[in-house]
């Protein structure tokens, strides 16, 4: 436990010194509250732009403060994970390409306490800035749209949170399986690539790890077929525990590639 928390306190001091903890949940804030200002002023920001032709009238969306808080998810789920996937896909690999794992390797230590350790410290990192991107988010839908109900708020973050978490355990298990350029390609293909096809062809499916974060936002309208809701949760859960399992093998089987 001791040897957990040290290393624990390690990971977090590095994200500390290199920002992590202060730049990825800024860009989630300004992601979070994109939308909500974008399509306030859409009409305001078209008319001093100006150059519109004679007679051009647009009808701008009658939008609920729902629709607002799915748009900022979608904005998560496609540059967040981007930049949560980049920052962390290095975490194992680039320490034993760099030659900085050796400090470590050289003693007895937990491969365990070392997968959950970075595990643990990027998951919160996500999850912090999911935190801080929805609550820009809510705070200019609730101050220019009105008021969500925030129980289903709730339960579409604690949902968001999980699923990344099944991210944060992908990136770390792909950092410690392959070298730093094959496990982001690999990373990159699972996740964000992954949900696009489950946007165009998914309709075929009701249940998969892609689904999590969408029937997350379906809470919020009621929407969502919750038999499917809880499978998807459990699916994803059970995920996790693999992936984990898998990232600790892959950790002490890979100290081969370690660069002295």
């Known amino acids: 436990m001791q040897q957990f928390k040290a290393l624990l306190l390690k990971e977090w001091r590095e994200s500390v010194r290199s920002f992590k903890i202060l730049w990825i949940p800024l860009v989630f ?10 399509n306030y002023f859409m009409e305001d920001i078209l008319q001093a732009v100006g150059n519109m032709p004679d007679g051009f009238m647009m009808t701008m969306p009658e939008l609920q403060p729902a629709d607002l808080l799915m748009a900022s998810t979608g904005q998560f789920q496609s540059i967040g994970l981007l930049v949560l996937i980049t920052a962390f ?15 470590l390797y050289v003693r007895p230590m937990s491969f365990t306490a ?12 996500a999850i912090l800035s999911a935190l801080a991107g929805y609550a820009g988010s809510m705070y200019y839908t609730v101050l220019l749209y009105g008021n969500v109900d ?11 949170c999980v699923w990344l978490m099944l991210v944060m355990a992908l990136t770390v298990a792909m950092s410690a399986a392959f070298q730093t350029s094959v ?8 996740i964000p690539v992954g949900l696009l096809i489950d946007t ?7 249940v998969t790890p892609w689904k999590l974060a969408q029937y997350g936002t379906g809470l919020l309208t009621d929407s969502v077929l919750m038999e499917n809701y809880w499978y998807t949760l459990l699916v994803v859960l059970i995920l996790i525990f693999v992936i984990v399992l898998l990232g600790i093998k892959m950790s002490k089987n890979n100290i081969r590639y370690l660069k002295v």
């Open 150 to 160: 925030l129980s289903k708020f709730l339960a579409m973050l604690g949902t968001y």
């Open 114 to 125: 070392l997968f959950f350790s970075k595990w643990i410290v990027a998951s919160m990192i």
């Open 183 to 190: 496990a982001a390609a690999i990373t990159i293909i699972l």
């Open 29 to 38: 804030v300004l992601l979070g509250i994109s939308d909500p200002l974008m």
């Open 89 to 103: 896909i290095g975490s194992v690999s680039r320490e034993r390409q760099n030659g900085t794992a050796t400090l």
């Open 200 to 206: 165009l062809i998914g309709s075929f499916w009701s």
